[in-house]
């Protein structure tokens, strides 16, 4: 009985801190290549750009220039997602003469100036209901 009572606590407390998190990436302009995704937690990682973790999906079941990605298990907190289009699949971000070449995204956020945006610009508090955002790929 008493094993039965901890597992059952452990369920509970692992249902309360974890979050599930919707993600439509949107603008994508091919099924080509992945889909990079960089969740950072505080100004001072994402100017180091060590984010907290990061995601790698695949771009083949984009419909209609649109990904829709669920994650599930994600603690309550403060995050922000940069993405990078990585349509050749070398993990970084390809740049021609001085533009990048590939897309890249913040969530909730359109980015239209040149230098990066502050992280309070982009983020968001995942608390313990769903959460949906919505990023919005910029091809320069």
């Given at each position: 009985?008493?094993?039965f ?19 439509s990436i949107t ?82 956020y ?31």
């Amino acid at each position: 009985m008493r094993m039965f009572l901890l597992i059952l606590l452990v369920c509970i407390q692992w249902t309360l801190s974890s979050q599930t998190l919707k993600v439509s990436i949107t603008g994508l302009r091919n099924n080509s290549g992945n889909i990079v995704l960089a969740f950072y937690n505080t100004e001072k990682a994402f100017e180091d750009e060590t984010p907290l973790f990061t995601k790698v999906e695949s771009k083949a079941t984009v419909v209609n220039h649109i990904l829709t990605l669920t994650y599930n298990g994600l603690k309550s907190g403060v995050y922000g997602i940069v993405i990078l289009d990585d349509e050749n699949n070398n993990s970084k971000m390809d740049f021609g003469w001085i533009l990048p070449e590939e897309g890249f995204g913040f969530s909730n956020y359109y980015h239209t100036g040149m230098l990066k945006p502050k992280l309070s610009k982009f983020s968001f508090t995942l608390t313990n209901e769903t959460k949906a955002v919505e990023i919005k790929v910029k091809y320069m």
